[in-house]
Nanobody, 120 residues
Framework: VQLVESGGGLVQAGDSLRLSCAASGRTFSRYAIGWFRQAPGKEREFVALVNYNNNIYYGDSVKGRFTISRDNPENTVYLQMNSLKPEDTAVYYC???????????????WGQGTLVTVSS
């Protein structure tokens, strides 16, 4: 599975962005897809995940502001980010795995990341 993120950019606090994670491979629907982010000097942080059965989980810092969804026919997972804050600034990665995990090391495939910068 190859993953490509897109949709990052520079926005102001309070704005919205939608990130996309496009996947190759006919088995995409079998994988859980997670979004993680990494800010400079910080560890990679879990953001959200959706599994093959559309079970969803969010990290505490984004609950109520971010929404994850998947479109299996399009092999794409989206991350709608609303009410963005400067502390959301990070490189955002999507990853594919076979479980339902908040732990980055449990994921098998990773995209190259897309930068989100939120100015105050």
């Amino acid at each position: 599975v190859q993953l490509v993120e897109s949709g990052g950019g520079l926005v102001q606090a309070g704005d919205s962005l939608r990130l996309s994670c496009a996947a190759s491979g006919r088995t995409f629907s079998r994988y859980a897809i997670g979004w993680f982010r990494q800010a400079p000097g910080k560890e990679r942080e879990f953001v959200a995940l959706v599994n093959y059965n559309n079970n969803i989980y969010y990290g505490d810092s984004v609950k109520g502001r971010f929404t994850i969804s998947r479109d299996n026919p399009e092999n794409t997972v989206y991350l709608q980010m609303n009410s963005l804050k400067p502390e959301d600034t990070a490189v955002y990665y999507c990853a594919a795995g076979t479980g339902f995990s908040l732990v980055a090391t449990q994921y098998l495939y990773w995209g190259q990341g897309t930068l989100v910068t939120v100015s105050s």
